[in-house]
């Protein structure tokens, strides 16, 4: 009866999201059955309105209404269609999750992103490859430091994931440091690797470095800051752009700010009320009940409203000012959710203010429609974000190959290129595993019934089951690099490394145990996204879905999830 798509040109220009002010012209046909006398588009969201459609004509069974409307304030913006014939309205919504159109009552509207027409992503960064490093485990050589707390651990020892008391402190150190990862940069490049993103990097008690300790100085164990300076400067000969973890919600409890184990010169917030840092934090019972990230007191939360601190960090002489001139093109933000609004904006006004800096935040879901703290967030409206790290498109490729439902793959991953800004979209990170998930081989192959860590600890697949996860993790690699994003690289992914939930999946790099078929693999995806145009088609048909970029198709079979790349002309 309705011939409406949104995701069709035909019926809605441009695609997906739009900055304000543009026109958006509409295309509406309705069946000659339905004996349509009018139609209006109707949209609410920070503007509201009505629009009335204007009768083009009639053409093969359809009476065909248009119109074009601008949406001059940027945000999220529902619409529908209403469709009068005599005295009577019909409503038109979405007919489920793809953008087609069906009359009916209470049905989903379509969602149309508004953004700042300034708005616009890094540079530098487009089209990239990023590999991931967890700093502690990618790479070491020796250089006499150890840690000055915890346990220091040769290369090939298995991870610590209990002290005997029964509590993980994540202070089993493997020494991973500058040092090691100039050694391996050819071996990036030969990846087609642009950017290296790290986990943080500075000063810290823990292997993860989540919990800072100062964010002015690069933790001894890593390296020093000449060292830093010498990385930056091999990575820019290679065309390697660096990207810094930037953990603005919480500090360390072990830290100079917080200073509960007195470890650092000066007075801490746990040590005193004067203490210049005491208006950070949030306490309930001075010192020993504070608030902290998702109860952990390791990691006390910085107050969402700080000034102090959002200047210290984003300020004049503050941590991105400091790591930013040093050379550094981009930051991740650390749960982004939990940062508030006028800090994101102040961050990323002082990062667009040092040049083509890029911005990226870790953010679960949709991030067009994302709401924390009771707040609709505004994270790709043009003021915050450049892009998210794409979870949803991880969890449509682990979707697909649970249920081999290739419309419901197309419609998940449609609905990010609708919603998303187009340079957000592909300033978006596609993941397969970060340092927060089990390790991609492992999800798509391994054990999943055993009950206690010490038995997923000591869990290797058997050969046969590895071989099969390695076929499915060729099929989810290749279509993570032909998605429209950056294609993101856990470290040691690509030899298919093993383990689980953190920080079983946070292993020494496997020196020595490469699985030299899958990273051949990963060259190739490599040497061909660097010949990818920035567009993306995407269908599915016939138990196939196929995806294009430029002269290249990858077509995936929903039946057994084999997968072929087609060359145009070979």
């Known amino acids: 009866m309705l011939k409406f798509d949104s995701r069709n040109t035909r019926y809605k220009k441009p695609f997906g999201a739009v900055a304000a002010g543009n026109t958006v012209y509409f295309k509406f046909p309705v069946s000659e059955d339905v004996a349509a006398t009018g139609a209006a588009l109707v949209y609410r969201g920070a503007e509201e309105g009505k629009l009335s459609l204007t ?10 209404f248009t119109g074009a409307a601008v ?45 700042d027409p300034s708005f616009k992503s890094a540079e530098w960064l487009k089209g990239r490859i990023i590999y991931h490093i967890f700093p502690d485990r990618f790479c070491r050589v020796e250089d006499g430091k150890r840690p000055m707390y915890g346990r220091f651990k040769s290369w090939g020892k298995e991870l610590t994931i209990f002290d005997p008391d029964g509590v993980y402190r ?78 603005f919600n919480h500090t360390g409890a072990d830290s100079l700010y917080f200073n509960k184990f007195g470890r650092y010169p000066g007075i801490g917030a746990y040590q005193s009320k004067n203490s210049f840092y005491y208006p950070w934090y949030t306490f309930i019972n001075y010192p020993d009940e504070y608030v902290c990230w998702w109860g952990v007191t390791v990691v006390p939360t910085v107050r969402r409203d700080c000034e102090e601190f959002q200047n210290f960090i984003a300020g004049e002489g503050g941590v991105i000012e400091k790591w930013t001139e040093l050379g550094v093109k981009g930051w991740r933000l650390d749960v982004a959710d939990e940062l508030s609004t006028p800090f994101l904006e102040k961050i990323r006004k002082k990062v667009k203010s040092m040049g083509d800096v890029a911005l990226i935040g870790e953010v679960w879901e949709d991030a067009s429609t994302k709401v924390s703290y009771g707040e ?10 450049d892009g998210t790290m794409n979870y949803p498109f991880r969890t449509a490729i682990l979707a697909l190959f649970k249920d ?61 089951e590895y071989k099969e996860a390695q076929r499915k993790l060729k099929t989810a690699s290749a279509i993570q690099y032909f998605l429209p994003g950056l294609p993101t690289i856990y470290y040691g992914d690509e030899i298919g490394m093993q383990g689980y939930e953190d920080p079983i999946n946070r292993r020494p790099y496997a020196y020595g145990y490469e699985d030299v078929e899958l990273l051949a693999h990963y060259r190739y995806l490599g040497k061909i996204h660097a010949d990818f145009p920035e567009e993306f088609s995407i269908e599915y048909r016939r138990n196939y879905i196929s995806i294009t970029r430029g002269r290249y198709t990858l077509q995936v079979s929903t039946d057994d999830l084999s997968y072929k790349i087609i060359e145009v002309g070979v």
């Open 55 to 64: 009768k083009f004509g009639d053409a093969d069974g359809f009476t065909v």
């Open 170 to 247: 994540a202070n089993d150190f493997y020494g991973g440091n500058i040092k090691g990862v100039l050694t391996r940069l050819k071996y990036l490049k030969s990846l087609g690797v642009g950017a290296i993103y790290f986990s943080p990097v500075f000063d810290s008690h823990s292997n993860h470095r989540y919990d800072t300790g100062d964010y002015m100085r690069i933790d001894p164990l890593f390296g020093s800051e000449e060292e830093f300076k010498m990385l930056i400067s091999e990575c820019e000969k290679l065309d390697i752009g660096i990207i810094l973890d930037g953990v």
């Open 404 to 464: 081999r439902n290739g419309a419901e793959f197309v419609n998940s991953v449609m609905t990010i290129a609708e919603n998303y800004p187009h340079d957000a979209l592909y300033q978006s990170m596609i993941l397969l595993g970060t340092h927060d998930t089990v390790r991609i081989i492992t999800a798509l192959g391994g054990d999943h019934t055993m009950r206690t860590k010490t038995e997923r600890l000591r869990y290797r697949m058997p050969h046969g």
């Open 376 to 385: 609709k967030r505004s994270y790709l409206f043009g003021h915050q974000l």
């Open 71 to 115: 949406f001059n304030t940027p945000g999220i913006y529902y619409y529908r269609f209403e469709i009068y014939r005599g005295g009577e309205t019909l409503y038109a919504g979405r007919a489920g999750a793809d953008g087609r159109a069906t009359i009916g009552e209470w049905l989903k509207e379509w969602q149309l992103t508004v953004y």
